[in-house]
């Protein structure tokens, strides 16, 4: 089965669990923007980090190619938010079933990992864009904010790091099947 792995990554993140999930299941891995001839493939992995409601790169991936009814597609998203959490989880599949469109969203295989961030290496617009959203979230009475809400609060300004390369094993076992 010829398979791909495409990442989209703004700081690195979706790359390194690309990167990883390459390197445990010997598939090759390029950037989506370099992605070409996707056609001849039966199975297309995008990983993708959530950026500003969505997922980095997906749009433009789309616009460029139709999946076709014979390919499968994993959708696998890198983001702060602990999928775990019900909240957190169906915030993001709103929002991937809005851009990817409910018939992509419904066909696809879905996964969600969780990132890093560092301010530090932040651009000057995304840095903006979190003290923006940063101010804005501690107006907020604490009964009226989400889980998420909660962990961007936490994390403001700070370097974490909540990559688990352990996380990638149903992913591994699904690509397996």
Do not use: W
Request: proline share 2%.
């Amino acid at each position: 089965m010829k398979t791909i792995i495409l990442y989209g990554s703004k700081y690195g993140s979706s790359r390194k669990y690309a990167e990883k999930l390459s390197a445990s299941c010997n598939i090759k891995m390029i950037s989506y923007e370099q992605a070409s001839h996707l056609e001849d493939m039966d199975r297309i992995i995008y990983i993708g980090s959530l950026y500003a409601g969505g997922v980095f790169g997906l749009s433009k991936l789309l616009r460029r190619f139709a999946l076709k009814d014979h390919q499968q597609f994993f959708l696998i998203t890198v983001g702060l938010a602990d999928p775990n959490e019900e909240e957190n989880r169906n915030n993001i599949q709103n929002a991937l079933r809005k851009q990817a469109g409910h018939e992509l969203f419904e066909r696809s295989k879905i996964f969600h990992l969780r990132g890093a961030i560092d301010y530090q290496q932040l651009s000057f617009k995304d840095k903006t864009l979190m003290t923006l959203l940063y101010k804005a979230l501690s107006k907020k009475p604490a009964d009226q904010l989400t889980t998420e809400d909660r962990a961007l609060i936490e994390t403001y300004d700070k370097k974490v790091d909540f990559i688990d390369i352990d996380a990638l094993r149903p992913i591994i076992e699904e690509l397996l099947i």
